[in-house]
């Protein structure tokens, strides 16, 4: 994530709030995260420099007039004209990020060996937000990488609970 991302989520997110429209305007940024998604070459076309500015512009405007609010539309243009739509994923997840923080949230990466029940979720979620204070939204993957246990990356931390980093402890005790 870059700085210019993040500059662009805050003044987007800092509008939101002073327009109460928060979660509006987070279904807008989830509306164009989806069309970026689906279609790879459409980020392509917004940030091309050889493409027309005045036809890159044309072309947000038409797929997503209407769909997101007007606030939103004005400051994409304004991306694409300083060269910066490739920064546009980055704001999306800043924005997301901003949002969180805003409601005392936090966002757990947990990858493990296998798909953890509802009940294991639960669970980790349950020690997570005694750990840290505040409400913890798991975001689970299978990483079929690890040998077993669970991984966990929250607030810049890594909690490190696989297989390989107990046999690695393991053998540093062993080799000290």
Do not use: W
């Amino acid at each position: 994530m870059t700085h210019t991302s993040r500059e662009y989520a805050e003044a987007l997110f800092a509008l939101a709030q002073e327009e109460g429209r928060t979660a509006e305007y987070a279904a807008g940024l989830e509306t164009v995260k989806h069309a970026l998604e689906q279609d790879a070459g459409f980020l392509n076309l917004l940030s091309s420099p050889a493409i027309p500015r005045e036809a890159r512009m044309e072309a947000l405007s038409k797929a997503f007039e209407g769909a997101v609010p007007t606030s939103m539309l004005l400051l994409m243009r304004m991306m694409i004209f300083r060269g910066h739509a490739r920064s546009l994923p980055a704001m999306i997840e800043s924005y997301g990020e901003l949002a969180r923080e805003n409601r005392g949230e936090s966002v757990a990466r947990v990858m493990s060996a296998v798909p953890l029940t509802a009940e294991e979720q639960e669970a980790l979620r349950e020690k997570l937000e005694k750990r840290f204070g505040r409400r913890m939204i798991l975001e689970c993957q299978v990483d079929p990488a690890l040998l077993g246990g669970v991984r966990v990356e929250t607030e810049g931390r890594v909690m490190d609970g696989t297989l390989r980093a107990r046999l690695q402890e393991i053998k540093e005790v062993m080799d000290s």
